[in-house]
């Protein structure tokens, strides 16, 4: 059984940070790409970045670069999201996925096809102004 669990938000101040982690079991982990989207209230869901299967490429949408970075550990079957310098609208409900599958999602590319992918039950991330 295919278990993907995302752990670390939580509430922080604009200008903070804030460490996410993707944790996988019951698969392949490193034939998987893995990413990172969120969904703010009344909003679509969006990619924020996408980490092909060895971590050595990796996407990121514009409103998160240089702020955020993905990293993945295969040993540990995780996948990391350090996000820094944090804004109010990075406010959302944050999903990992993993899936074997590539696809460009929003504007992101290298990231799971959201059709085939396994998907974790969400963290908060809730920046304060």
């Known amino acids: 059984q295919v278990q993907v669990v995302e752990s670390g938000g939580g509430l922080v101040q604009a200008g903070g940070s804030l460490r996410l982690s993707c944790t996988a079991s019951?698969?392949?982990?490193?034939?998987?790409?893995v990413g990172w989207f969120r969904q703010a209230p009344g909003k679509e869901r969006e990619a924020v970045s996408c980490?092909?299967?060895?971590?050595?490429?990796?996407s990121y949408a514009d409103s998160v670069k240089g702020r955020f970075t993905i990293s993945r550990d295969n040993a540990k079957n995780t996948v990391y999201l350090q996000m820094s310098s944090l804004k109010p609208e990075d406010t959302g409900m944050y999903y990992c996925?993993?899936?074997?599958?590539?696809?460009?999602?929003?504007?992101?590319?290298?990231?799971?096809?959201?059709?085939?992918?396994?998907w974790g039950q969400g963290t908060q991330v809730t920046v304060s102004s």
């Open positions: 980490i092909r299967w060895h971590g050595d490429t990796t």
């Open positions: 996925a993993a899936a074997v599958v590539l696809t460009r999602y929003s504007g992101v590319y290298y990231c799971p096809n959201t059709d085939d992918a396994y």
């Open positions: 019951g698969l392949t982990f490193d034939d998987y790409a």
